[in-house]
């Protein structure tokens, strides 16, 4: 076990006031491990990460990358992980309500079976109910378009083979749809439940906000079949739709018009039925007009 070589990715926002308590426990959970790396994405926090890093604890298993700017979870997710040399990824948020010692009995049980992936399940959240409500709407939303038979989608703690995570697509928020995209890939995953603890420091970033991109992203999930079809292939369908929609209702406009004489111009469903149609082609227009290189 102590031979494999791991990168625990943790991006982070304006997480000062709990990161050295968080790297201090990391590195007492991993304290047998030799050959491990903590990767820290900074995702444009108000101060530099760096300057918060107590000196003893900067040494060369630790990596510090700092964005700009603040660009989102899943983007840093992604930098943190091509920045990694570890063979295996270990992933985390730094909110602290994550503890490292559950990520160690994660790993220990990644190790001990051959599989491509361990996830986890929180049994039991110590959230407030804001943000237990607005979790568990986007869990049922993730879960209603992805059909995935994983009881917490949200829930950060993943172990992953490194070669794995470079198979998926990760852009968006898409960070909450790891699990169901390395379902779609037949990958061999497990899920083990894991504590959770209060957040202690710093200002939690949830709102219904955080809902859109996920309602947004889980259509285009479906649409795509996990995003293992192209972008063509997705708004084809959306162009299907629209177009046997409006044929659906310009056959019923026809039939009024044969058996109730109904005049087509002061109809409304005509309108509606044409305006579908034509939506559909211009949908179709995009989709055909992708540049192949990004599809």
């Known amino acids: 076990?102590?031979?494999?070589?791991?990168?625990?990715?943790?991006?982070?926002?304006?997480?000062?006031?709990?990161?050295?308590?968080?790297?201090?426990?990391?590195?007492?959970?991993?304290?047998?491990?030799?050959?491990?790396?903590?990767?820290?994405?900074?995702d444009g926090s108000k101060k530099p990460l760096i300057e918060n890093i107590e000196k003893d604890l900067i040494d060369k298993d630790l990596k510090v990358i700092r964005n700009n700017f603040n660009i989102g979870q899943t983007p840093s997710i992604k930098l943190g992980v091509e920045n990694s040399k570890g063979e295996i990824i270990a992933l985390m948020d730094g909110d602290g309500q994550n503890p490292p010692v559950e990520v160690r009995k994660l790993y220990d049980i990644f190790c001990s079976k051959d599989l491509d992936a361990v996830v986890s399940y929180r049994e039991k959240r110590k959230d407030n109910l804001y943000k237990k409500i607005i979790s568990k709407s986007g869990n049922f939303i993730l879960r209603f378009f992805t059909k995935s038979k994983f009881k917490d989608l949200g829930s950060s703690i993943k172990i992953i083979k490194k070669e794995v995570l470079n198979n998926i697509k990760f852009d968006g928020e898409l960070h909450r749809f790891i699990v169901p995209m390395l379902e779609k890939r037949n990958y061999e995953i497990e899920e083990y439940g894991t504590k959770h603890e209060y957040r202690k420091t710093g200002k939690s970033n949830y709102g219904f906000n955080r809902l859109i991109p996920v309602f947004v992203d889980g259509l285009l999930f479906y649409l795509s079949d996990g995003f293992t079809k192209t972008k063509r292939y997705a708004i084809g369908k959306i162009a299907f739709f629209t177009l046997f929609l409006g044929l659906v209702i310009n056959s019923v406009v026809?039939?009024?018009k044969i058996t109730n004489d109904v005049y087509v111009h002061r109809n409304p469903l005509f309108i509606i039925g044409i305006t579908s149609m034509l939506i559909s082609i211009f949908i179709f227009s995009i989709g055909i007009s992708i540049d192949k290189n990004e599809i």
């Open 254 to 256: 026809i039939y009024q």
């Open 1 to 42: 076990m102590n031979d494999l070589s791991l990168s625990i990715v943790i991006p982070t926002f304006n997480e000062e006031q709990g990161i050295n308590e968080l790297l201090r426990e990391i590195k007492k959970s991993f304290s047998d491990i030799n050959n491990y790396e903590i990767v820290i994405v900074d």
